[in-house]
Nanobody
Framework: QERFVESGGGLVQPGGSLRLSCAASGTIDSSFVLGWYRQAPEKQREWVATMHENGVAVYTDSVKGRFTISADNARTTIFLQMDSLKPEDTAIYYC?????WGQGIQVTVSS
């Protein structure tokens, strides 16, 4: 079964940027939809972004224009470029292909 390992999180000031990476243990099947979710303290996990099989990306309203989901050509790594970060983006971020989830990585936006 596929395994995902996230990296790239950390502490950043408001307005800053981070790029999350999600490395798969193998090639992700081309039929799988790729996505990112996040869970803030004392809140439920929420959907952030999805990249469909045809490459079309969709985002939750709160991150539109600031976050970009992508994958490498070999579909072994999923990325989430996060720009203009806000304190409310603070959360643990998870990547997924629908059946497999990463372990999560902390993103903290604070001055």
């Amino acid at each position: 079964q596929e395994r995902f390992v996230e990296s790239g999180g950390g502490l950043v000031q408001p307005g800053g940027s981070l790029r999350l990476s999600c490395a798969a243990s193998g090639t992700i099947d081309s039929s799988f939809v790729l996505g990112w979710y996040r869970q803030a303290p004392e809140k439920q996990r929420e959907w952030v972004a999805t990249m469909h099989e045809n490459g079309v990306a969709v985002y939750t309203d709160s991150v539109k224009g600031r976050f970009t989901i992508s994958a490498d050509n070999a579909r072994t790594t999923i990325f989430l470029q996060m720009d203009s970060l806000k304190p409310e983006d603070t959360a643990i971020y998870y990547c997924t292909c629908g059946i497999t989830w990463g372990q999560g990585i902390q993103v903290t936006v604070s001055s």
